[in-house]
């Protein structure tokens, strides 16, 4: 167990790394984050702020040094930088799980491996690769970078082996996976936290809608059957299992009609769609990474209202100036989250604010009333 009053090493400073400094804080411990970008929304709560690359040695032996315990805000660290820690503290996630996580080829083959039902894929490495795509087997499709693809950047949609060339090409040649596109009726997405004796909390299943590839919406509870509750929760908890993951995991799944519930893909950190746990839940899952990553015991992920919606601020609300809030204020049930983000840009995450409710109906109702008034007029 990692006592309060000792030093937690977070890699990332971005809006998750916020949260989560803010959440180890108030628990008693203090953060020391490590980011290249000298405007990340960590830096205005951390207790101390190392702007570097993620390699830098001279940076990573002073974490070491000060850290009894040092965690990832997103999957897209180098792996080796954990496997560096891991010799010397407590580190969660471990280096194994994120280097599968964070590139979309191990992780499809992982999943096929292991016998989880994923989107038929293929992997595209080269041109030649692109000549023998069996046509009827996977197009349409999506083809997919394999690293550093996130919010819908590093897609595109491909109908035949034309357009998958070109979109191959677009992305500058680097590995892809090509999956084939399915009927889709719902995303959803489960998020647990599991400790370092295996024990795993589960929160209320989430469904999720995306705008332009960028997640515009969650609601809790998900509107889908028990059965397919149970079968989501027991693969998610499978797939901890299988990488003897210790701390707070997001599993993405497809539902569709034609395939049933397909994994599509593994989040080795708290998830955007889990930020209603903020508001909603007697523990949020920020905090729930520092417990695991402390060894202190797991907190209740109960819901503390009937229903919650939570609605993600991108800069394009900014394009005619600040965004008028009095209505979001004047809303007792509503729960505003601005990042600190210094320049509003078109798809850019700023924010987000989350609506309780004691139905899905009354609580989404409020929510879309609250985005007409903040949106720019015409």
Request: glycine residues 8%; contains cysteine; hydrophobic residues 40%.
């Amino acid at each position: 167990m990692i006592q309060p009053n000792n030093w937690l090493g977070l890699l990332g400073g971005g809006q998750l790394g916020k949260m989560f400094s803010i959440k180890a804080q108030q628990l008693g411990y203090y953060v020391m984050v490590i980011d290249p970008n000298e405007d990340a929304p960590a830096r205005s709560v951390a207790n101390k702020w190392i702007c570097a690359d993620y390699s830098d040695q001279k940076a990573l032996d002073h974490i070491a040094k000060s850290c009894s315990g040092v965690t990832t805000e997103f999957e897209n660290v180098p792996a080796e930088v954990l496997g560096f820690f891991e010799e010397k503290l407590v580190v969660s996630p471990k280096q194994s799980a994120v280097r599968i996580s964070q590139d979309r080829i191990l992780e499809k083959e992982f999943l096929k491996k292991n016998g989880f039902k994923t989107s038929r894929f293929l992997s595209i490495k080269n041109d030649k690769e692109i000549t023998n795509v069996d046509t009827e087997s996977f197009f349409p499709g999506f083809l997919k970078v394999s690293r550093f693809g996130y919010d819908g950047k590093g897609q595109s949609l491909v109908d035949d082996i034309y357009s998958l060339g070109k979109s191959f090409e677009r992305f500058g040649k680097t590995p892809c996976v090509l999956e084939r596109a399915i009927d889709l009726d719902k995303e959803i997405s489960v998020i647990l936290v599991r400790d370092f004796k295996g024990r795993v909390a589960f929160y209320p299943i989430i469904e999720n809608r995306h705008r332009n590839g960028i997640l515009d919406m969650s609601v809790v509870p998900a509107s889908i059957p028990e059965s397919v509750s149970e079968e989501a929760i027991t693969i998610s908890n499978q797939l901890a299992s299988k990488l003897n993951y210790v701390g707070v995991m997001c599993v993405e799944f497809f539902l569709s009609q034609k395939d049933g519930l397909l994994v599509n893909e593994i989040a080795p950190r708290p998830h955007n769609s889990g930020h209603f746990s903020l508001d909603a839940c007697e523990v949020c899952q920020f905090e729930q990474q520092v417990r695991a990553l402390c060894q202190i015991p797991l907190g209740s992920t109960k819901l503390r209202a009937s229903s919650a919606v939570m609605i993600n601020l991108l800069g394009d609300i900014w394009s005619k100036g600040e965004p008028d809030w009095y209505d979001l204020f004047a809303t007792s049930s509503a729960h505003l989250h601005l990042y600190g983000k210094r320049k509003p840009r078109s798809g850019r995450k700023m924010g987000h604010y989350t609506v309780l409710g004691e139905s899905l109906e009354i609580a989404k109702e409020e929510a879309l009333k609250i985005r007409q008034s903040i949106n720019p007029k015409p």
